[in-house]
C-alpha cells in the first residue's frame, strides 16, 4: 500500500496541542496494526532545538542518534513506544542550508533558485524519503506554528502541493483550531475556528477534519455552526476538551469516528480488529489517572521552573512510575535561584534535580542535594543535578576547598566536575555536545544494579562537563561510590550512597526512555523510595 499521510495544522493561537493531536492520530492507527510514524516540523530558523532557552521553547528532547529536538517528538515516542530519529524534525534552516548547498555546488544547473520550486521539493523530498525508507502505512506530518504566520508558508505550500501530486485519496488535513467559552456569555465561540479554516483555505487547504479544542465537550450546535462555515461536515467537526490525561485523548478521538472516517476518505476497507491492542492500551491510560488517595510530593528543583514544559519529560516520567505504583505524583517546581530556607523540603517524599547548564542557581542545587543526604530524604539527580550532588559531598563530606565544576567557576581550586577533554577545543554552541545513546556498564552487586537488573544499559545523554576522576577514590573511601561507568571506564555515569534511603545521580537522561506503561527504572525506584514512610 502507498504511504498515506496526514498533515496536522495549527490555527488562532500557539499551545493548543497539535503534538496530542498528532501523537493520538498515530496512536490510533498504530493500534489498528499500521506501521505508522510521525514528523515534526519546525518554521523556526534555529538549525535544531538544541541551543534554543526551555523557558521559551519547552524542553529540547535528546533521540537515541543524538537528536536534539522539538519536545513534541517526546510526545510522539511515548504514545507510540517507538524510538524517532532526528530526521523526522524538519526546521527551517536545515531545508535552506541543504537548498543553498545544492545551489552552491551547481546542481539547480543555472536556474534562479526560488520557494517555489526549490525550497518547497526540498521540504516534500524530506517527507517522502522518511515514508520510503521506513515503508510506512501512515506518516503524520505536524506544521509547526499557526497559519498565517509568515515563516509557515512554505512549509504549508509543500503540503499543499503534496496533496495534489499524491492525490486526496493519499492526503488528509486535519486543522486544530479554538472553541473558546466566555464567562460572560456562556457560550462556546465558533469566531476564531471560522477564521482560521478561511485564512487556511485562502492559501489553498481546504482541511477534511477540525479537532477542536474546548474546556467542555463541543455541543452539538456549535458543531453544526463551524460544519457550515468551514465547509467541513458535521461529523468530521472533532471536539477535543480537556481531560484528566493526555492519553484519553486517542479513545476521545476514536468515540467520534475519526479512526472509521479516516479509513473511509482514504478508501480502505477490511481493517485488522485491533481490539487486543486497544484493551493494553486503555489499561495504561487508566493507570495514569485514579489515584489521587496515593500522594507522592515531589520537589523538582530547577532553573527552568516558570515553564513546566521545560522539564516535560521528567514531569512525565514521574507519572508513569507513579502509575505502575498505584501513586499520584504531585509534582511542585521550586526555583534553584530563590530558594533561601531549606526545611521546606522537610515536607516533601522526595527531591529531584533534572538537567541544566550553567551558573545561574547552582549553588541552591548544590546546597539542595546536601540537604537530601543530611535528612535522608529520596534523591534523584539528573545529568546537572547528578554533577552538582557529587559537589555538594566534596564541599560538606571531604571538606574540599572551593569544590565546583569548571562550568561554574573555571578556576575552581578543586574542579570536581570538569569539561569533557574532547570539548576543549570547540567554538559551537549547537550540536556539540555528547549527544544521543551511549552504553553504561553497571558493577554488581550496587544499588544501580538492583534498578536496573542488567550488566549493561544504553541510555541518551546531553552534557559537555563530567566527573573528574581524580576525585573518584577519595568519594569512594567516604561513603559515595559510581557503580557506572561508559567509554571504557572513561566517563563516570551514575553515583549512589549506599548507606541512604535512596540517593542516586545520573549523568545521562532515563526521562527520554520512559515510557506510559514501562516506566524508566531509575524513576521507578525513586518513586517507590519516596513512597515508603
Known sequence: MQTKFIFVTGGVMSGLGKGVTTSSIAKLLQLADQKVSCIKIDPYLNYDAGTMNPVAHGEVF????????????????????????KTHNITTAQVYSSVIEAERKGEYLGACV???????DEIKNRIRGIAEDEKLDFLIVECGGTVGDIESLPFLEALRQMRVEEGPENVLFVHVTLAPSLDVVGEQKTKPTQHSAQELRRIGIQPDFLAVRCTLPLEEKTKKKIALFTNVTVNDVLSCHDVKSIFQVPQILYDQGILDSIFKKFGIVGMVNASANWDKWNKIAESMINHEDQKVRIAMVGKYVTLPDSYVSVNHALKHAGAKLGKSVKIDWIDSETITDYEIFSKYDGILVPGGFGTRGSEGIIKTANYAREKNIPYLGICFGFQLAAIAFGRNVLNLEDANSTEIKEDAKNPVVDLL????ELSDMGGTLRLGANEVFIKQNTIAHKIYKTDTISKRHRHRYEINQKYISEFERNGMIFPADSDNGKRMEMLEIPSHKFYLGVQFHPEFNSRPGFPEEAFEAFVK???EK
Request: net charge negative; glycine share 8%.
Open 62 to 85: 535528546v533521540t537515541d542518534d543524538g537528536g536534539e529536538c522539538d519536545m513534541d517528538i517526546g510526545n510522539y515516542e511515548r504514545f507510540l513506544n517507538q524510538n524517532i530519529p
Open 114 to 120: 526560488q520557494i517555489i520550486p526549490h525550497v518547497t
Open 421 to 424: 577533554p574532547e570539548q576543549k
Open 529 to 531: 523510595a519516596a513512597s
